[in-house]
């Protein structure tokens, strides 16, 4: 068993922390900041240290409005962070946030352990055939209406909560048929990509009826634009709103919540589940 499928099978670790590594000139939050190597390195340590299970690093923006990005900028920032992660800390766990099979190609080469596909192996035909040639590889297929260029201009839907399930099933058949195990699929039903304000609450809302599917849910909710819709800020001060769905998340018994802040996070869940179960601590 490797290390990710020792973590989901104590549910009791849950929810599992994913701390968010941007290597981009113009994320929506941290655009720019690490940049340079030695501080994408240094951040991703901290977030180790502070208690992450998970790394998740992305060189492509996906913000609104964002465009694709060449492969080779994306692998060129990509490799040299993800070689340095399993150099220094073999045991961590690596995400390649990535909609491109060639990158994830590289990166599963080079022992990254997920790739998280923001268009759930829709935009690259070969991705999901790529991933299955990796046994113990993951793949977390996320959903989007329209691409990051679109998915804000209007969105609509029948029903938020079924659409968006219904499109999980078609690709989570689709990854069966090309080869991938059903144990080695997550799913993301993707706060913000292609939803307006209502849609996102709602999504939040009824998140654990995403359970139905026995697979591991993602949740990535933090500094998100919604938070500003009912409270206006900046990313950087969002950290109370990404909170109220990280409590949200624990009580709906979401596998793995997608951060920035890790620190935070990690003492408030730890805070929590101790008020909750306060005979566990000793005297």
């Not at 590289?106 to 923001?118: G, Q, S, V, Y």
């Not at 991705?127 to 679109?150: C, D, N, R």
Request: aromatic letters at 6%; proline letters at 5%; glycine letters at 6%.
């Amino acid at each position: 068993m490797n290390n990710i499928d020792f973590l989901f099978t104590n549910q009791a670790n849950y929810p599992l922390m994913m701390g968010i590594l941007n290597l981009t000139e113009d994320s929506f939050s941290d655009a720019n900041k690490y940049m340079n190597p030695t501080a994408a390195m240094a951040h991703a340590e901290n977030m180790l240290t502070a208690g992450a299970h998970i790394i998740d690093i992305g060189a492509e923006s996906t913000r609104p409005g964002a465009k694709p990005m060449d492969e080779t900028i994306e692998l060129t920032r990509v490799l040299p962070i993800l070689s340095q992660l399993k150099e220094h800390h073999p045991e961590s766990l690596v995400s390649i946030d990535t909609r491109k099979s060639s990158v994830a190609l590289a990166a599963l080469e080079a022992k990254a352990d997920i790739i998280n596909d923001i268009s759930a192996a829709l935009f690259d035909s070969d991705m999901a055939e790529l991933v299955s040639s990796f046994p113990h590889a993951k793949l977390i297929l996320m959903h989007m209406q329209g691409t990051p260029e679109t998915m804000q201009l209007n969105p609509s839907y029948k029903n938020i909560v079924d659409d968006v399930k219904s499109f999980l099933t078609q690709r989570i058949d689709f990854c069966l048929r090309k080869g991938i195990k059903l144990h080695n699929l997550m799913i993301d039903p993707g706060i913000g990509f292609g939803k307006n304000l209502k849609h996102n609450l709602e999504l939040i809302n009824r998140i654990d009826e995403f359970s139905s599917f026995g697979l591991p849910i993602v949740l990535g909710a933090s500094r998100k634009s919604f938070i500003n819709q009912l409270v206006p800020s900046q990313p950087q001060e969002r950290l109370g709103g990404s909170l109220a769905v990280a409590a949200w998340a624990l009580q709906k018994g979401i596998t793995i919540i997608r951060c920035h802040d890790v620190d935070q996070h990690m003492q408030f869940l730890k805070v929590i589940k101790a008020i909750s179960q306060p005979n566990s601590i000793g005297a």
